[in-house]
């Protein structure tokens, strides 16, 4: 138990190197950053088309900002966020269990931490694809083919990176050898 | 504190391969010089005493080095410095081939002299050649033990000198003989020796600080003796054994009544008697397995090691039994001290044996090019790696001979290990209806009770389901798994102390404790 709280916490450090940044993103979507922020020119210039937004009966996207921050970034950086922290915590836990009995058996279960890595991006891909093209959030019509493929970009250097970070640092350390350069890491770390 | 542990007669020989099996795991004291009495030098009990003896003194002393290997001070594995004399067995009569006729000079003796040996020995005993023991007949083997002398010069005694002059000097010295009460050589020499070693101590005047103790083995094995060819020759008959016993008690029942010779003694014996399918008169055909009442007397001698057993002016006799059913258990396994639990130490040896013997040894046995794709892995990183680097060749020396040597003699002692306890298993109770049940051996283990060479034969390589089955290797705790052992590995805390292949051998003992 005590190695898998170390693991637990050398994970939530990794995570929190990058992760940080979608914290960042959901705190100040949640408290609306106003017509006038840095983030929602970036949006409009970015992200949204202008034609949209007037076919849905709004000037600029300043006027609907609000909406589109407080509610679908906001419900969809939560969800990766803390779909992210689980995955990440339950490699990192489950890594504990696997039935490394023998030298050399570790390299076996990369096969494990590879699928289970592509069901974690395939995650982060329909999580933001629901979120973008979803009819339940009127904003997201507004959301251009190329800004919504910049917000999957986006999404997956926030969310992704900190997911390798954590399982790097949090696989157990007769595991390391399933997770990409993870057995580079120093014997005593 | 100086101790000493005699071993006499096959039984004796025996015993001692509990007892280091024992002090290997971590039971017994800090140091010990260990000794055997056997006329019958080749016998097989004896000889496989006597290498596994040097096979412990050699690993010990290669991982206890200070220099190069070290398991460091607080390490339980192989912790007893063990020594011992350039010959670990002592023989009472030296020449080739002797008889009891020559040793005692029989063509010189007045008649008168000579009719009474005539009413206390047949012409066959008179007769017998005695390089093979002295044949279940005690009484030529208290006469060759008193015929020889016991002056300081010679290596044995000396060490009995010597350890009379540490008690005289103010160092506490514990003495321990381990024999059967029937048989020959052991049931002559416990009585001789123990009291020619009381006889030095009050020539030396040391009223304090010396300790006797002794473990008495009672009858707990017989043998079918085949009918043929065995007219006219002398061995130890098992329908003889429970007179002898008989005889001894009475003998030893006076002795201990007139003249207080041990500090403590310790009895043991089994009821029903395990049946050997082996019979050999002596030599090195004389192989018999290690059975469980010998681990009894082992212990006892640990515990009279102990540093936590207070010895009294009182003379004390020990017994010991098992619990009432057919079955044999850990919890029939007595603790050799109340912080020493004999259980957990000899199921992590064994455990430790099986671990390495099939995993770990295995994967640092050969030549850097095979070894080295292990070299990421985080055990043998922290472990291995950092431990063998030789600064000036910029290299990992695991794969070097003088690396290679110490894994492979550890290989050889873990299946000695594994060896003892399933033969230990297997031979007390067949054709019994006891039933043992320390370990679960038939998984990587094939029993022959009638291949007296080799009655276990242990497998080279286990599949998958058999490594699966490690955690009901020890009855009684069946949670520890092979993962366990490789996770604790790589977690388990080096010793500041430890060097080179001690911090690895130490830290996968240490992995192996449940």
């Given at each position: 138990m005590k190695n898998i709280i170390q693991s637990i916490t050398y994970s939530l450090i990794g995570l929190a190197t990058i992760s940080w940044i979608g914290i960042y993103l959901i705190v100040i979507s949640v408290a609306d950053p106003g017509p006038d922020s840095y983030i929602v020119g970036f949006f409009s210039d970015n992200i949204m088309s202008e034609e949209r937004i007037q076919n849905l009966?709004?000037?600029?996207?300043a006027e609907i900002s609000t909406s589109f921050f407080t509610k679908l970034f906001f419900h969809m950086n939560l969800t990766l966020a803390i779909l992210t922290t689980l995955m990440t915590l339950a490699w990192c836990v489950a890594s504990h269990y696997?039935?490394?009995?023998?030298?050399?058996?570790?390299?076996?279960?990369a096969l494990h931490w590879l699928v289970f890595t592509g069901i974690f991006v395939g995650l982060v891909l329909a999580i933001v694809f629901y979120f973008t093209g979803s009819?339940?959030?009127?904003?997201?019509?507004?959301?251009t083919k190329g800004g919504q493929f910049l917000l999957l970009v986006m999404s997956l250097l926030i969310y992704v990176l900190p997911y390798y970070l954590g399982v790097l640092l949090g696989t157990a350390r007769f595991a390391r050898s399933s997770v990409l350069f993870a057995n580079k890491l120093p014997g005593g770390f | 504190m100086k101790n000493f542990i005699i071993g006499i007669g096959g039984t004796g020989a025996k015993c001692l391969e509990h007892l280091l099996h024992s002090c290997a795991a971590?039971?017994?004291?800090k140091n010990l010089w260990a000794g055997m009495v056997d006329q019958?030098?080749?016998n097989g009990n004896v000889s496989r005493t006597k290498i596994l003896l040097s096979k412990y003194m050699n690993l010990r002393s290669t991982l206890r080095?200070?220099?190069?290997?070290d398991l460091a001070e607080?390490?339980?594995?192989?912790k007893t410095n063990i020594i011992t004399n350039n010959d670990s067995v002592w023989l009472?009569?030296?020449?080739?081939?002797?008889t009891l006729k020559q040793l005692i000079n029989y063509n010189y003796l007045k008649d008168e002299v000579k009719g009474l040996i005539d009413c206390l020995y047949d012409p066959e005993e008179k007769d017998q050649n005695l390089s093979e023991g002295f044949r279940a007949r005690p009484n030529i083997g208290a006469a060759a033990m008193l015929a020889t002398t016991a002056n300081e010069d010679d290596p044995f005694w000396s060490q009995i000198y010597k350890a009379i002059d540490a008690a005289r000097g103010g160092e506490e010295v514990r003495v321990f003989i381990i024999s059967s009460i029937f048989g020959g050589t052991g049931a002559s020499g416990f009585p001789n020796i123990a009291r020619r070693i009381k006889q030095i101590q009050k020539e030396k005047n040391v009223t304090s600080n010396f300790h006797l103790g002794g473990a008495l083995m009672l009858p707990y094995f017989n043998y079918q003796v085949p009918?043929?060819?065995?007219?006219?020759e002398l061995f130890a008959r098992p329908e003889e054994f429970l007179d002898q016993t008989k005889g001894a008690l009475q003998y030893y029942s006076k002795l201990f009544e007139y003249d207080k010779i041990f500090d403590q003694v310790y009895v043991t014996g089994w009821d029903p008697l395990s049946k050997l399918a082996n019979f050999k008169?002596?030599?090195?055909?004389?192989n018999n397995p290690p059975l469980f009442p010998e681990l009894y007397a082992a212990l006892g001698a640990l515990k009279f090691f102990s540093e936590d057993n207070k010895i009294n002016d009182t003379q004390e006799i020990f017994h010991i039994g098992k619990n009432e059913t057919s079955d044999i258990l850990w919890s029939d396994i007595p603790n050799v001290?109340?912080?020493?639990?004999s259980k957990e130490s000899l199921s992590k040896l064994i455990r430790f044996a099986f671990s390495y013997n099939w995993m770990y040894g295995p994967a640092l046995t050969g030549s850097w090019s095979k070894i080295?794709?292990?070299?990421?892995e985080n055990w043998f990183k922290r472990l291995i790696y950092k431990n063998t680097y030789n600064d000036d060749s910029k290299?990992?020396?695991?794969?070097h001979e003088h690396n290679q040597e110490i894994i492979s003699s550890m290989q050889e002692y873990c299946q000695d290990v594994l060896i003892w306890i399933t033969d230990m298993q297997y031979s007390t109770v067949v054709n019994t209806d006891q039933k043992m049940d320390l370990i679960a051996a038939e998984f990587f283990s094939e029993f022959s009770a009638?291949?007296?060479?080799?009655r276990v034969n242990i497998k080279e390589k286990l599949n998958s389901s058999e490594k699966n089955q490690f955690n009901t290797l020890?009855?009684?705790?069946?949670?520890?798994k092979l993962l366990n052992i490789m996770s604790n590995i790589c977690y388990k805390k080096v010793n500041r102390d430890q060097k080179g292949l001690g911090v690895f051998m130490d830290i996968l003992f240490r992995s192996c404790e449940q």
């Open positions: 009966g709004f000037d600029n996207f696997l039935n490394i009995d023998s030298p050399g058996k570790a390299k076996i279960y009819t339940q959030y009127s904003s997201a019509q507004a959301i | 971590g039971l017994g004291p019958d030098e080749a080095d200070e220099g190069k290997h607080d390490s339980d594995l192989f009472p009569i030296k020449d080739a081939d002797p009918e043929e060819n065995m007219e006219g008169m002596g030599g090195n055909l004389q001290s109340a912080n020493l639990n080295k794709k292990y070299q990421n290299a990992c020396e695991i794969g009638k291949n007296t060479s080799k020890i009855n009684d705790s069946k949670n520890l």
